[in-house]
Antibody, heavy 121, light 109 residues
């Protein structure tokens, strides 16, 4: 059974960098069959795609966040990570990691439970 | 940035048919597949429909999807109380970004 689990600080100060890690079990990121994505959801609002990474390290980012986002992959630990710089209160959200089918970039078949990140001083 | 537009709410009594629309453009739904997600309160979204009209294993056949031009639709036939949730469409945009719809809250009366 494929499982994803987000981890990282739940509280980040304004202007600092948000850092989250997604640990994948039950599948190997190295297999190359899937993309690995980050998606977020502010409280009471809709979903926003942040970006994705392939096992090769190739990335795609939401143009509205591109200047602040970095997604990295570590195949040795079967993890991928998200860094979002210069955060503001508008970045407060539940952050999800998800597995996406290669060739069908918005087909997310497995999701982590999500982790709430609050940006506040 | 492109937007996928959904009605904010939809409702019906048990057993009724509910249809949710997802309106996009030529750069997203017009040239890529539509996906649908169900999000129950306090949980992560769940893939409901993929590649316009395909159901993953385990999804009841009362859920169906379709696509026509730059719009997609999700139909819930035979609405049940457990279908009360938020529903989101999604599609890739040719500007190289994933898009989610604005979301529709389904209420079972």
């Amino acid at each position: 059974q494929v499982q994803l689990q987000e981890s990282g600080p739940g509280l980040v100060k304004p202007s600092q960098t948000l850092s989250l890690t997604c640990t994948v079990s039950g599948d190997s990121i190295s297999s190359g069959s899937y993309y690995w994505s980050w998606i977020r959801q502010p409280a009471g609002k809709g979903l926003e795609w942040i970006g994705r990474i392939y096992n090769s390290g190739s990335t795609s980012y939401n143009p509205s966040l591109k200047s602040r986002v970095t997604i990295l992959v570590d195949t040795s630990t079967n993890q991928f990570s998200l860094k979002l710089s210069s955060v503001t209160a508008a970045d407060t959200a539940v952050y999800y990691c998800a597995r996406g089918e290669k060739g069908y970039p918005t087909s997310f078949d497995y999701w982590g439970p999500g982790t709430l990140v609050t940006v506040s001083s | 940035q492109s937007v996928l537009t959904q009605p904010p709410s939809a409702s019906g009594t048990p057993g009724q048919r509910v249809t949710i629309s997802c309106s996009g453009s030529s750069s997203n739904i017009g040239s890529n597949s539509v996906y649908w997600y169900q999000q129950l309160p306090g949980t992560a979204p769940k893939l409901l429909i993929y590649r316009n009209d395909q159901r993953p294993s385990g999804v009841p056949d009362r859920f169906s999807g379709s696509k026509s031009g730059t719009s997609g639709s999700l139909v819930i036939s035979g609405l049940r109380s457990e279908d009360e949730a938020d529903y989101y469409c999604a599609a890739w945009d040719d500007t190289l970004s994933g898009l989610f719809g604005t979301g529709t809250k389904v209420t079972v009366l």
